[in-house]
């Protein structure tokens, strides 16, 4: 039991990097998408200032989502690594119960 409980945390890790990993890779290519038409504003010289700031404002927002993309992948990740220990305390216990003599009392 102490085995799968390993591997599906390791599992788990795994998941949980490879979602990560994801979110990133995403991240920086709709990034790079989304900087297009503001690469194409400002070598056309219309709105520079106004490109910049929106530019600016749409990488913020685009991260803050990647951002809890990234937070939510970390919470559920450490729900889940609690509820593991949980059960490797549940099944702790009941050991320690078993090996408990009832004639002992």
Known sequence: MKKNVER??????MIQEAIE???????????HIAG????????????EEKAGNLRDKQRKTIGLVYDTIRKVNQEVGSLISE??????DARTASRNMDSIDPQDD
């Open 36 to 47: 297009l038409p503001f690469d194409a504003l400002e070598k056309l010289g219309l709105f």
């Open 8 to 13: 599906a945390e390791l599992l788990k890790d």
């Open 21 to 31: 990993d994801g979110a990133t890779t995403v991240e920086e290519v709709h990034q």
């Open 83 to 88: 509820q593991f220990a949980a059960l490797e």
